[in-house]
């Protein structure tokens, strides 16, 4: 773990990232083949044939999902992503087959940790938000994996139409959280040097980088490998209990 002076007394709000820092989204694209082979007009499907254009339509949801608001909307767009990696595998298929694969063989992974700090912020009567760049399911996601109940309220990008590093999406969670005149209070905690530790630093937030694989930032309060040691630095210290 490494920091720098200058933490307040103590943080009383932590704003959490979600992907990359509580959990990483993982691709059974085996899973996927296995599925969608019957339908396959193209030839044998095999996973080396199908990995780069399913991943590809992972990578099309997280850059295009901010531009759907309404169920409806990110319904029609992921049956349309599905479609385009059915079209490209030569697969023909129901679409409403396509869809469910897609959502079936995506996972959301948490790191051992997570669970655990969520509770620790919790038990010190921290105030937590989720703030991050996610479609309009996170609040249920969250709730899937049993975590809603640690956070006050989440933020997620596609419901505001602005994504980090934009100042708005934090603006917005700090008034959420009435913390709009005292940010000093404040904490973000992410995994992206830009959209976390940049983002929240141009509004004045302290930002804790998670990095995971040897990132750093020059912004960022401190720097930690997981998230068991935010309860070693100056505004959040203390071991977690249990």
Same mark, same amino acid.
């Given at each position: ?5 200058? =933490? ?15 959990? +990483? ?6 899973? =996927?083949? @296995?599925?969608?082979?019957? =339908? ?5 499907? /095999?996973?080396?044939?199908a990995e780069a254009p399913v991943w590809k339509s992972v990578r099309r949801h997280i850059d295009g999902n901010?531009?759907?608001? /309404? ?14 990696? *059915?079209?490209?595998? #030569?697969? #023909? ?12 063989? &995506? ?26 760049? +996610?479609? &309009?399911?996170? /609040?249920? /996601?969250l709730a899937e994996l049993g975590w809603l109940g640690y956070f006050d309220a989440v933020i997620a990008s596609? #419901? ?12 917005? @969670?700090?008034?959420? @959280? ?9 904490? !973000? ?10 983002? *929240? ?11 995971? !694989? ?25 071991? &977690?209990?249990?």
């Amino acid at each position: 773990m490494s920091g720098s002076p200058g =933490y307040a007394q103590s943080y009383e709000t932590v704003f959490l990232d979600i992907d990359g820092t509580l959990l +990483w989204v993982d691709l059974d694209v085996e899973g =996927y083949v @296995a599925d969608l082979a019957p =339908y396959s007009r193209g030839g044998a499907l /095999t996973v080396e044939r199908a990995e780069a254009p399913v991943w590809k339509s992972v990578r099309r949801h997280i850059d295009g999902n901010i531009n759907y608001r /309404t169920p409806d909307e990110l319904a029609a767009f992921k049956r349309e992503n599905a479609l385009r990696v *059915a079209r490209e595998l #030569e697969a #023909e298929a129901p679409d409403e087959l396509l869809e469910e694969i897609s959502d079936r063989r &995506i996972s959301f992974n948490p790191y051992p940790e997570s669970e655990k700090v969520l509770a620790g912020l919790r038990e010190r009567g921290k105030k937590v938000y989720a703030v991050s760049n +996610w479609d &309009i399911t996170l /609040t249920e /996601t969250l709730a899937e994996l049993g975590w809603l109940g640690y956070f006050d309220a989440v933020i997620a990008s596609a #419901e505001l139409g602005i994504e980090k590093p934009d100042s708005g999406i934090f603006e917005e @969670a700090l008034r959420v @959280a009435g913390e709009s005149e005292s940010r000093e209070r404040v904490v !973000h905690v992410g995994n992206d040097t830009v959209s976390d530790v940049a983002g *929240a630093a141009s509004c004045g937030i302290d930002a804790v980088l998670v990095s995971r !694989h040897g990132e750093s930032a020059e912004e960022a309060k401190a720097v930690v490998s997981d998230l068991t040691e935010l309860f070693e630095l100056p505004g959040l210290a203390g071991g &977690i209990n249990g």
